[in-house]
Every structure is written in structure tokens, then in C-alpha cells.
């Protein structure tokens, strides 16, 4: 069944057989039955053909929304087993948000593990406040947080400041438009981040601001789907700065649009320890010269 996930996803980010079948390796009759058993299991359509292109149905949405969260689940099954064989690590917990993973995390464990390549890192993750507070109770070590605190006990280091980004396919009646404004997506065919989210929030506030009603056609707590299904939906989203890496638009035909409100949602992402916390003085010495690389890998 992972295995015909796997594929499934691939077909969908490729749109094509062809291209997917080069890409895993598979004949395209071998490719098709697999989608064929998928659709037979479920008792439903999950591609509509136009041309040669593949285009999801409805259902098929919702599945690949599905499988993606099976293969991050793999994931990070795989990487429990590995660190399960791994002998004698040092261990730093680091405790993020869902929306920190996504954006900030991938680059700053990519640098501490160039600088201390023996560490073995644990993810916990939480919202904002109980990250906050899992650092302040050693349930982490270290906390990823999408803003700036002050706390006795609590050293914060900011890393880099942030905003939302309307984003678009290419060809899409805003794309290109440099003069865009809020008003421009009264009624537009959007995309947004799940309720509950702190993202979520910041978008509500902002439409709630300027009397803006959109028309909501998906909510999703991805970014990865989000970016993958704007294309075939011809929907715009706001998405953050920080995760969009100019291959990342260009590999799903996707532009930005400048939008001077936007701005008003800057924050800042920190992170967050204990004064009394105990990691390593090299660790910690990692911590304060992060800031630069991590402002250039993220493009900011």
C-alpha cells in the first residue's frame, strides 16, 4: 500500500506517466496498474486525462492530500529506525510548529548537523505557547518559535523576520500585476492554512481588516500540498516568505506577486533555551552565529 502511495504522488507531482515512470523507474503499463489498483481499492476515479496531461479529480484531492501525510509518516518512521541503530549520539531535542517544520527547520538542522555531524536530533513539535513551554520545562532543549519572547530563564535569539506572500500559478489574472492590493482578492479562488493555525489566524485578521471574503476552495495545514494544488485549481495563496525558494516556484509554475499590505504581516522567528539549559558551550556558541546562514539559506 506505501508503495502505491509513493508512486500515486509521483504521478501527481509529475502530471505525467511518462515523466513519472522515468522518474521511479517503472514501465508506464506497470505505473498505470498500480493507479488502477489504488482506484479499484477505493472504488473511485483519481485522474481525469487532458491530453497528455493528468489532472486530479475532486476525491483525487483529497487523496493526495492523504498520501502525502503517509509518506511523511514513513519518513519519519524510517528516520526513528536509523536513529534506533544509531550507538552512543549526542542528542539535542528541538521542539517547532507544523508551519516552523515546513519553513525554518529543514536549513537549521542541515547547519547544525554540518557543525556537529556525531549529534543525533529529536523533533517534538506544538504550537507556539507549548513549545514555549516544554523549553522552560526540559521537555526540549532547544525551541523553534514564530515569535520574539521575554522570559526569566529563557535566552531568545531572533533569527530572521517574515511575511506573507500572495502566490499564484503562472498565467493567473493576478500574475504579473504589480500594483495588486487586497481588493483584488475579494471573491478570488484561494487556498488557505487550516483553523487553529497560527497562520490561519494572521489571514482571518488581515481579511477581517480590509472586509475582504474570498472564496475558499481547499483548506490545508501543508504548505507542500498547497503548492502542488494551486496549479490545478487555479487558486491563489498567501504563504510565507521564508518557504518560497525561487526553484520551489519555478518547479510548480507558480510566481509571486508583490502586495504592499502584505507586509503588515511581518513577524519574527526565534530561537528559544534555558539559561540553565544543558547543552554544550559549542552548541550554544552554534546558536549566536546561526542567524546569517540561515537568513542566506532561506533566502531572506
Same mark, same amino acid.
Not at 262 to 277: A, F, I
Given at each position: 500500500?506505501?508503495?502505491? !502511495?509513493?508512486?500515486?504522488?509521483?504521478?501527481?507531482?509529475?502530471?505525467?506517466?511518462?515523466?513519472?515512470?522515468?522518474?521511479?523507474?517503472?514501465?508506464?503499463? =506497470?505505473?498505470?496498474? &498500480?493507479?488502477? #489498483?489504488?482506484?479499484?481499492?477505493?472504488?473511485?476515479? !483519481?485522474?481525469?486525462?487532458?491530453? #497528455?496531461? *493528468?489532472?486530479?479529480?475532486?476525491?483525487?484531492?483529497?487523496?493526495?492530500? @492523504?498520501?502525502?501525510?503517509?509518506?511523511?509518516?514513513?519518513?519519519?518512521?524510517?528516520?526513528?529506525?536509523?536513529?534506533? &541503530?544509531?550507538?552512543?549520539?549526542?542528542?539535542?531535542?528541538?521542539?517547532?510548529? +507544523?508551519?516552523?517544520?515546513?519553513?525554518?527547520?529543514?536549513?537549521?538542522?542541515?547547519?547544525?548537523?554540518? &557543525?556537529?555531524?556525531?549529534?543525533?536530533?529529536?523533533?517534538?513539535?506544538?504550537?507556539?505557547?507549548?513549545?514555549?513551554?516544554?523549553?522552560?520545562?526540559?521537555?526540549?532543549?532547544?525551541?523553534?518559535?514564530?515569535?520574539?519572547?521575554?522570559?526569566?530563564? *529563557?535566552?531568545?535569539?531572533? +533569527?530572521?523576520?517574515?511575511?506573507?506572500? +500572495?502566490?499564484?500559478?503562472?498565467?493567473?489574472?493576478?500574475?504579473?500585476?504589480?500594483?495588486?492590493?487586497?481588493? %483584488?482578492?475579494?471573491?478570488?479562488?484561494?487556498?488557505?492554512?487550516?483553523?487553529?493555525?497560527?497562520?490561519?489566524? !494572521?489571514?482571518?485578521?488581515?481579511?477581517?481588516?480590509?472586509?475582504?471574503?474570498? %472564496?475558499?476552495?481547499?483548506?490545508?495545514?501543508?504548505?507542500?500540498?498547497?503548492?502542488?494544488?494551486?496549479?490545478?485549481?487555479?487558486?491563489? =495563496?498567501?504563504?510565507? #516568505?521564508? @518557504? *518560497?525558494? #525561487?526553484?520551489?516556484?519555478?518547479?510548480? %509554475?507558480?510566481?509571486?506577486?508583490?502586495?504592499?499590505? !502584505?507586509?503588515?504581516?511581518?513577524?519574527?522567528?526565534?530561537?528559544?533555551?534555558?539559561?540553565?539549559?544543558?547543552?554544550?558551550?559549542?552548541?550554544?556558541?552554534?546558536?549566536?552565529?546561526?542567524?546569517?546562514?540561515?537568513?542566506? =539559506? *532561506?533566502?531572506?
Amino acid at each position: 500500500m506505501m508503495e502505491d !502511495l509513493l508512486v500515486f504522488t509521483t504521478v501527481v507531482e509529475q502530471s505525467s506517466l511518462n515523466k513519472a515512470s522515468k522518474l521511479l523507474n517503472l514501465s508506464q503499463p =506497470a505505473l498505470s496498474r &498500480k493507479i488502477a #489498483k489504488l482506484e479499484e481499492e477505493w472504488g473511485v476515479s !483519481l485522474f481525469l486525462r487532458k491530453g #497528455k496531461r *493528468l489532472e486530479l479529480t475532486r476525491v483525487g484531492h483529497e487523496a493526495y492530500i @492523504y498520501a502525502l501525510e503517509q509518506r511523511q509518516r514513513h519518513q519519519n518512521f524510517l528516520q526513528s529506525v536509523s536513529r534506533f &541503530k544509531a550507538s552512543e549520539r549526542s542528542v539535542v531535542t528541538l521542539g517547532a510548529s +507544523l508551519t516552523t517544520i515546513q519553513t525554518t527547520l529543514p536549513p537549521l538542522v542541515t547547519a547544525l548537523m554540518n &557543525k556537529f555531524p556525531d549529534i543525533e536530533v529529536k523533533l517534538v513539535t506544538g504550537k507556539t505557547h507549548e513549545i514555549v513551554s516544554y523549553v522552560r520545562d526540559r521537555k526540549v532543549d532547544v525551541g523553534v518559535i514564530a515569535s520574539s519572547i521575554s522570559e526569566t530563564g *529563557l535566552k531568545c535569539i531572533p +533569527l530572521f523576520q517574515d511575511h506573507l506572500e +500572495l502566490v499564484v500559478p503562472r498565467g493567473h489574472e493576478l500574475a504579473g500585476n504589480h500594483h495588486a492590493g487586497m481588493e %483584488d482578492l475579494n471573491g478570488r479562488s484561494m487556498i488557505i492554512f487550516s483553523k487553529g493555525t497560527w497562520y490561519r489566524k !494572521l489571514i482571518d485578521d488581515l481579511f477581517g481588516r480590509y472586509g475582504i471574503i474570498p %472564496d475558499i476552495r481547499m483548506e490545508i495545514d501543508s504548505f507542500e500540498a498547497i503548492v502542488r494544488l494551486l496549479p490545478t485549481c487555479k487558486a491563489a =495563496a498567501l504563504l510565507p #516568505k521564508s @518557504y *518560497l525558494r #525561487k526553484q520551489l516556484l519555478k518547479d510548480n %509554475d507558480l510566481v509571486s506577486v508583490p502586495m504592499r499590505e !502584505l507586509e503588515q504581516t511581518r513577524r519574527e522567528t526565534c530561537l528559544v533555551y534555558g539559561d540553565k539549559s544543558e547543552l554544550s558551550h559549542e552548541t550554544k556558541e552554534w546558536f549566536t552565529g546561526i542567524k546569517e546562514s540561515l537568513a542566506e =539559506a *532561506l533566502s531572506l
